[in-house]
């Protein structure tokens, strides 16, 4: 293969045999060090069709680096903004479910993977297998589709 432009990314085949991507996405703000997107496909096509949409999405200009914000940050946030215009029980209730059947279940895994898992069939089995009541069960499904 031959080499790219500067600023067109680049594919090689590590020892494993999994083909990564590598494509500089802009640079850090403050240490002026350059930001990557790294990723791993175990086909060359695959590698190359990620390439081409990255950089397609980076010249059209709405390429979106991966969020590192995690369930659990997302609901503090969530209660902190979202819930200004709410009851006090409502938001008592809300709490409650969050701290007691929603973070110790999906709290760590990061908001952009819960997001691809499709939120009602990951909270569903984290809740039953747990074996909560039916209304609380209610509420964390209720929280991943419409919240």
């Given at each position: 293969m031959p080499k790219r432009a500067n600023g067109d990314g680049?594919?090689?085949?590590?020892?494993?045999?999994?083909?990564?991507?590598?494509?500089?996405?802009?640079?850090?703000?403050g240490?002026?060090?350059?930001?990557?997107?790294?990723?791993?496909?175990?086909?060359?096509?695959?590698?190359?069709?990620?390439l081409r949409q990255i950089t397609a999405a980076l010249d059209k200009g709405t390429y979106q680096a991966p969020s590192r914000m995690t369930v659990n940050e997302w609901l503090d946030v969530w209660q902190a903004e979202y819930l200004g215009g709410v009851?006090?029980?409502?938001?008592?209730?809300?709490?409650?479910?969050?701290?007691?059947y929603i973070t110790p279940t999906l709290g760590a895994v990061k908001l952009q993977a819960y997001a691809r898992?499709?939120?009602?069939?990951?909270?569903?089995?984290?809740?039953?297998?747990?074996?909560?009541?039916?209304?609380?069960?209610?509420?964390?499904?209720?929280?991943?589709?419409?919240?």
């Open positions: 680049s594919i090689y085949q590590r020892k494993d045999g999994t083909w990564r991507v590598r494509v500089t996405v802009g640079r850090d703000t240490t002026g060090k350059p930001l990557y997107n790294d990723s791993y496909h175990k086909t060359q096509k695959a590698a190359r069709e990620h009851k006090p029980n409502t938001r008592y209730d809300y709490g409650r479910v969050i701290a007691n898992m499709r939120c009602k069939h990951a909270t569903m089995p984290c809740c039953v297998s747990v074996g909560y009541r039916p209304r609380p069960l209610r509420m964390c499904t209720a929280y991943s589709t419409v919240h």
